[in-house]
């Protein structure tokens, strides 16, 4: 299993890829806006959890998350975002996201998000 | 600007300092002036912009040795000089402390611009629309740096409009 991180920023696709190091996960792909990561996660079994922030260029988190749930797939996806407004976090659950962690994070809030969400489906 | 609005950044600066950083920050003394100190000093500045029920700027301004500390601490690296994870750092947590205060702004609707990063030794940082500076230091253990906001409410927040409407009968 793989794990999309969809960040604009390359410093938080760092932070976010040592904590999924931390936790044992070394098979880490990335995307810089939602976009791209539409078109990765599209036919692609092997992602099997996406991290994906809110506000980026080319196309939002949110926009993203609505596409990927538009064409089908069904892989979890956390949104790690600034965007802590009760309100926006029901949007993005109504919209498709599975669970939500607002920045800043301490690792350990990171560590569980991923605990929790890379549990196989079997385990 | 009032202490109601200023609290939001100084818990958003230490928030984000304890927990993606591991460290405290002392905060210094506020001064508010129309346009920010010519510095003459090698600096990385992050700044966003706020739109919705206030208008304004939030600017992060690290010496250059205090950068290479935060964002290198970030990210489990020692940077000996400025490149493009420090410009992207920098540009990441002006984005972080700004959208962690935009959450406690009671009252307000505020949206985020996507951040931009400037560099330099001897720059003035200038507002429009008569906006003053409200000028946040910090000191931690990397180093010292400053927070910048110009925030001007466009509307009155709920919480005033109900307090106005009470008053008034």
């Known amino acids: 299993m793989r794990v999309l991180i969809v960040d604009d920023s390359q410093i ?13 996960m070394n098979e880490i792909v990335e995307a810089t806006n939602g976009q791209e990561a539409v078109e990765m996660v599209h036919g692609d079994d092997s992602i099997g959890l996406v991290l994906m922030d809110w506000n980026m260029p080319t196309m939002t988190g949110l926009e993203a998350v609505k596409k990927i749930r538009e064409n089908g797939c069904k892989t979890p996806i956390v949104m ?19 669970d939500y962690m607002v920045k800043p994070f301490s690792p350990k809030d990171i560590q569980s998000k991923l605990e929790k969400h890379l549990v196989p489906a079997d385990g | 600007m009032k202490a109601e609005n200023i609290n939001p950044f100084l818990e958003a600066v230490s928030e984000t300092f304890e927990n993606m950083l591991g460290c405290s920050v002392i905060t210094g003394e506020p001064s508010v002036d129309n346009e920010t100190d010519t510095q003459n000093t090698p ?12 208008q304004g700027i939030v600017a992060i301004r690290f010496p250059v040795r205090t950068a290479l500390r935060v964002v290198g601490t970030m990210i489990g690296v020692d940077f000996k000089a400025v490149d493009s994870s420090i410009i992207d750092g920098v540009g990441e947590l002006v984005n972080i402390i700004a959208g962690s205060a935009k959450t406690k702004l009671e009252g307000h609707k505020i949206a985020l611009s996507l951040p931009s990063v400037v560099r330099g030794s001897l720059y003035r940082l200038n507002n429009l629309n008569n906006a003053v500076w409200l000028s946040l230091p910090f000191v931690c253990d990397m180093g010292e740096f400053s927070l910048m906001i110009s925030f001007k409410p466009t509307v009155v927040p709920k919480k005033e409009a109900v307090n106005a409407c009470a008053n008034s009968r």
């Open chain 1, 12 to 24: 938080m696709r760092k932070i976010l890829t040592g904590a999924l190091k931390k936790v044992g």
């Open chain 1, 80 to 98: 790690v975002t600034t965007e802590g407004e009760k309100e926006k976090v029901l949007e993005a659950i109504k919209s498709g996201a599975n």
């Open chain 2, 43 to 54: 600096d990385i500045i992050g700044l966003i912009g706020l739109s919705g029920t206030a």
